[in-house]
């Protein structure tokens, strides 16, 4: 299936949130994930499958301030 | 009154009413409360545990004789010259996720002001999912690519500034400084007072 990652489009397995952002070495906690417009994040990341045409956007927690 | 002589009327009201939180007083956080403060915001809940270091005066809103004083004690100082109107309420704590929802209860937007990646993602992790609106900041170190700091609207109740790339990496060479971590400060409350005003972010 295809989903919208980072505003490319982009061949998927079928897996969860989590299961993607882990397959390139992102984990789940050192982001902030949206999908479809909505934060998915912790236990729904690991929870919520991705579905064709899904758009993630993944924003990473980096240190300083 | 506010330290702003240019709002109207109903801005000035909009902007004395709102209470807003900020989580660290360091480069961020102090920077950011100086703005809300010239913008016209009146209160603000201000938590932070650190002392004022020689190694802060790089990029925070402190002063080479405060050095030693509790951030907090000193920013408020700092801020009560430029408008002694001010409702301040300045937390001496180390913020967790087992107090910080209780530290921010008043506030309706609260600007994630950390330093720590693992601290800033604890603060989203709490405080997104009880509804608070969260300003936050990452990709702010190092020198340069000014552009590259966007503000972005993620989901429905967090706005982040950033580039979402450069962290702190002293093995790299990469630090905090004032120009950067100024113009996400600067983001910051620009963006709080938008979303008050309810204004484009």
Known sequence: ?????????????????????????????????????????GR?????????????NVFRIVAGG | MTANVYLSGEERAILESARIGIAGAGGLGSNCAAHLVRAG????????FDTVAASNLNRQFFFRDQLGRKKIDALRENLL????????????VRLDAGNIASVFASCGIVAEAFDCAEAKAML??????????????????GWG??????VRRIGNNLVMVGDFKTGVDPAA??????????????MQANSIVALILKKEL
């Open chain 1, 1 to 41: 299936m295809k989903i919208v990652y980072q505003g490319e489009v982009t061949e998927t397995a079928v897996g969860t949130v989590a299961g993607f952002l882990n397959g390139r070495n992102i984990p789940v906690q050192s982001v902030i994930a949206e999908l479809n417009g909505e934060i998915c994040g």
């Open chain 1, 44 to 56: 729904d990341a690991e929870m919520q499958m991705l579905r064709d045409g899904d758009v993630l």
């Open chain 2, 41 to 48: 915001v009146r209160r603000l809940v201000i938590a932070d």
């Open chain 2, 81 to 92: 010259r430029i408008e002694p109107g001010l409702e301040l309420e300045m937390r001496d």
């Open chain 2, 124 to 141: 989203l992790r709490e405080l997104l999912p009880a509804g608070k609106t969260v300003v936050a900041a990452s990709g702010i170190a």
């Open chain 2, 145 to 150: 690519k000014s552009g590259a700091i966007t």
């Open chain 2, 173 to 186: 060479g990469i630090h905090p400084a004032s120009p950067r971590v100024g113009i996400a400060a600067a």
